[in-house]
């Protein structure tokens, strides 16, 4: 089901795939695994990250320190920004088309809503908690998202 005015460029089994990231070198790979399944079917990227709100003493002391003409760019969504700024830089260098998705909030929730939104058939997450004894238990994001989705999950070995 495609939403009205929503064309896809490809006609692979995947049209849209959603991929969270918090920068990790875990999320960092299940970025580039997603990249590479978008690039192999045409599918368009959304690209999600959460963020927690800033406490206000962190955001006063922190603006204090820039310059006013930038003032702008410090706030809850800072980190994020630059961490899916990255990711979209390159999915955009493979010929991917990419767009962010910053929210706050849960990562799960998050990633679930966004799926939502853009009408996901695939959603990509790192098996991040998953070694050891644990290895029986997903981590909370993957098992949130696996337990919910709209769509198809693909979990990828990350660690």
Known sequence: ????????????????????????????????????????????????????????????????EVPGDVQYAVGPREDVNVTLDGAVGKAKQEGVEAQPFPRQGDPADAILDVAEEINADLIVVGNKGMTGTKRFLLGSVPNKVSHHAPCAVLIIRTT
Not at 14 to 38: C, H, N, P, W, Y
């Open 1 to 64: 089901m495609v939403a009205d005015g929503d064309e896809t460029k490809g006609d692979g089994l995947f049209k849209r795939i959603v991929v969270g990231t918090d920068g990790s070198d875990t999320a960092t790979e299940a970025v580039r695994q997603a990249i590479e399944l978008a690039q192999m079917s045409g599918a368009k990227l959304g690209l999600v990250a959460a963020f927690e709100p800033v406490p206000q003493s962190r955001l006063r002391e922190e603006g204090g």
